[in-house]
C-alpha cells in the first residue's frame, strides 16, 4: 500500500484546508484509515479515523472542526479542517491499517497570521 498525502499549506487563523490522501496498491485490505500529526515540541497525535465501515473517531482538540471522509471509490480519505486555530500547526500524515500498517508522507499545516 502506497499513500501520498496533499493539501497542506499556511492558512490564517479560522481559515479551513482540506487534506487528501490517496491509497494505491493492496488497497482491498485496508480498513482503518486515520489522521495523524506531530507538532514541534509535542507528542505524535491522532486527529480523526474511519473504518472500512464508516464509522469514525476524532481528538477531543477537534471534534466539531475538522471532518474526516472516506471516498472509497477513489481510495483515497480526506480531512476537512475548519476554524483552525496555531495550535493546529503541525505535520500532518495519514495512516492506513491493512496487513500491517502503511505511512504517507507528511504534509505542513502552518495556522498564522
Known amino acids: 500500500v502506497q499513500l501520498q498525502a496533499s493539501g497542506g499549506g499556511l492558512v490564517q487563523p479560522g481559515g479551513s484546508l482540506r487534506l487528501s490522501c490517496a491509497a494505491s496498491?493492496?488497497?482491498?485490505?485496508?480498513?482503518?484509515m486515520s489522521w495523524h500529526r506531530q507538532a514541534p515540541g509535542k507528542q505524535h497525535e491522532l486527529v480523526a479515523a474511519?473504518?472500512?465501515?464508516?464509522?469514525?473517531n476524532y481528538a477531543d482538540s477537534v471534534e466539531g472542526r475538522f471532518t474526516i471522509s472516506r471516498d472509497n471509490a477513489k481510495n483515497t480519505v480526506y480531512l476537512q479542517m475548519n476554524s483552525l486555530k496555531p495550535e493546529d500547526t503541525a505535520v500532518y500524515y495519514c495512516?492506513?491499517?491493512?496487513?500491517?500498517?502503511?505511512w504517507g508522507q507528511g504534509t505542513l499545516v502552518t495556522v498564522s497570521s
Open positions: 474511519t473504518t472500512r465501515g464508516g464509522s469514525t
Open positions: 496498491g493492496s488497497i482491498y485490505s485496508i480498513n482503518t
Open positions: 495512516r492506513a491499517d491493512a496487513y500491517r500498517t502503511f
